[in-house]
């Protein structure tokens, strides 16, 4: 059935003709009459009202985290092959050099989100999960630096757990 034989159906009934009635009248069957009567009806519906967009706030779900399965995890996780690629990419673009002093040696690669951190926040249990989780693989939270400078960061090792509780997210 085409637009314009639809549209002189919807006319007809507003006219008050009954739908049998306008059958007859265009050679139609009454059931396609009555079957694009109730596509045309529900198509002139209102939208339904707009709620009113919440706000999106962060909340950091805080689970008892194994600790022990946690650094295994981890341990798991910077031997795959996705970890040492992603290595190799933040060290190349920082020319394998530390950030803060410069040095080409002992130079380590750190999430500045911290990795534990993530795998609280986020929850994650398994390289799977971990596999999928877009901030741990991403360039712009890595960075370059040698074991001294690492050190000193307020990230590093027990330090991170700082974050697990403030739930600060680097995502833009
Ligand atoms: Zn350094």
């Known amino acids: 059935m085409n637009a314009a034989t639809k549209w002189l159906i919807r006319d007809a009934y507003r006219s008050g ?4 009635e306008i059958a007859l009248r265009l050679a139609l ?5 009555n079957r694009t009567l109730r596509s045309m009806i529900k198509a002139n519906k209102p939208a339904p009202k707009e709620r009113p967009e919440k706000p999106v706030t962060f909340r ?3 689970i008892d985290y194994d600790a022990d399965l946690r650094k295994a995890l981890i341990e798991k996780l910077r031997t795959t092959p996705l970890y040492l690629d992603w290595r190799k990419k933040v060290l190349k673009i920082d020319r394998y050099r530390c950030r803060e002093c410069g040095n080409t ?3 380590q690669v750190d999430h500045i989100y911290p990795l534990s951190a993530i795998i609280h926040n986020y929850q994650i249990n398994s390289l799977e999960e971990a596999a999928e989780c877009e901030l741990i693989w991403r360039i712009s939270n890595g960075r370059t630096l040698c074991s001294t400078c690492h050190q000193r960061t307020d990230t590093h090792g027990a330090k991170a757990k700082r974050l697990w509780i403030e739930g600060i997210t680097s995502d833009e």
Request: glycine share 0%; proline share 13%; net charge negative.
């Open 105 to 107: 040696k002992r130079v």
């Open 17 to 20: 003709e009954p739908p049998n």
């Open 29 to 33: 069957l009454e059931t396609d009459v």
């Open 60 to 62: 950091v779900v805080l």
